[in-house]
């Protein structure tokens, strides 16, 4: 059986970031040496994070790329008033989905994919006019 773990998640993103911070004066630390940029750029394996707004009854893309095996996170933006949308990804083991809300709202996706393929993504609600795809690299 193909593996496929995936939840969905209400506009918290935000509020992790910003959880931390710390407490009091920090101590001084050495400056880095000259032309030695500190890097925390993960090397491949990190998480993939892409966001995708729903406006005027479109998405803003219609193509998204990512590695195979990899952690995805969505964010979906849904910027139409009173419009219900969602994001749904037809995956190799089953449709992947936010819950079908009225804007303004922000949905995450997280899941991931392992068989490399191209995956439809559409809204639930407006599927011709809303669609796109998901293309997953091996
Ligand atoms: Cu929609």
Known sequence: MRRLRYSATLLTLALVAAACGGGGA????APAPEGEAATATPAGDGPVE???VGERVRFDVTELRVPAGTPVTITFINKD????????????????????????VTQTLTFTIDEPGT????????????????????
């Open 26 to 29: 920090a101590p001084e630390t």
């Open 50 to 52: 892409l966001t995708v």
């Open 81 to 104: 008033a009173g419009i219900p949308h969602n994001i749904r990804i037809a995956g190799p083991s089953g449709a992947i989905a936010t819950e079908v809300e009225p804007g303004p």
């Open 119 to 138: 995956y439809e993504f559409i809204c639930a609600v407006h599927p011709t006019q809303m669609v796109g795809q998901l293309i997953v690299e091996g």
